[in-house]
């Protein structure tokens, strides 16, 4: 159990630091739309307020403490953090739909793989059938030439001999 646990996080830690590191460019580009819509930037103000609260209230119940009365974080942070959570969000939600897309696609292709292989290996079996039908018919004959053959011989030795 503990295996699968540490072989997942890897691919986790690497993930999220890719994502991290990628959204950089984004939270920058999105800082500077933000600066020309007021009500936009409002509104990921308050992400990054609610982000704060949301992270800070977690570590303090994690010390075993009750969460009251978080502090809020002056403007400018909450602006930052709002724009760093929407577009790790977005980044994540990206690559989240590229991964299951990827995935249904390799399982359609394995689907399609296996169903040829089931239609060779079916093939083969008819073509077996065939064979051995042909053999079979084959077989019946060859006895039936020797019963015929055996009948004659039984025949003349029958017969008196002049």
């Known amino acids: 159990f503990s295996f699968s646990i540490m072989a997942l996080a890897?691919?986790?830690?690497?993930?999220?630091?890719?994502?991290?590191?990628l959204?950089?460019?984004?939270?920058?580009?999105l800082k500077i739309g933000l600066t020309?819509?007021?009500?936009?930037a409002q509104r990921v103000a308050v992400l990054g307020q609610t982000n704060h609260?949301?992270?800070?209230?977690?570590?303090i119940r994690a010390a075993g403490h009750k969460a009251n009365n978080i502090k809020p974080i002056d403007d400018a942070t909450a602006l930052n953090d709002g724009a760093t959570v929407?577009?790790?969000?977005?980044?994540?939600?990206m690559f989240g739909t590229?991964?299951?897309?990827?995935?249904?696609?390799?399982?359609?292709?394995?689907?399609?793989?296996?169903e040829m292989r089931l239609a060779k290996r079916n093939k083969k079996a008819e073509h077996i059938t065939q064979v051995a039908r042909s053999a079979e018919a084959r077989l019946q004959g060859i006895e039936e030439s020797y019963k015929e053959i055996l009948?004659?011989?039984?025949t003349k030795a029958q017969r008196p001999q002049a």
């Open 98 to 114: 590229i991964a299951v897309v990827e995935f249904d696609r390799k399982q359609k292709s394995s689907l399609k793989s296996e």
């Open 10 to 21: 890897l691919p986790i830690k690497l993930g999220a630091l890719a994502i991290k590191t």
């Open 53 to 59: 609260r949301f992270w800070k209230t977690v570590e």
């Open 36 to 40: 020309s819509n007021p009500a936009l």
């Open 23 to 29: 959204s950089k460019p984004f939270i920058s580009v």
């Open 86 to 93: 929407l577009t790790e969000s977005f980044l994540l939600v």
């Open 151 to 154: 009948r004659i011989l039984r």
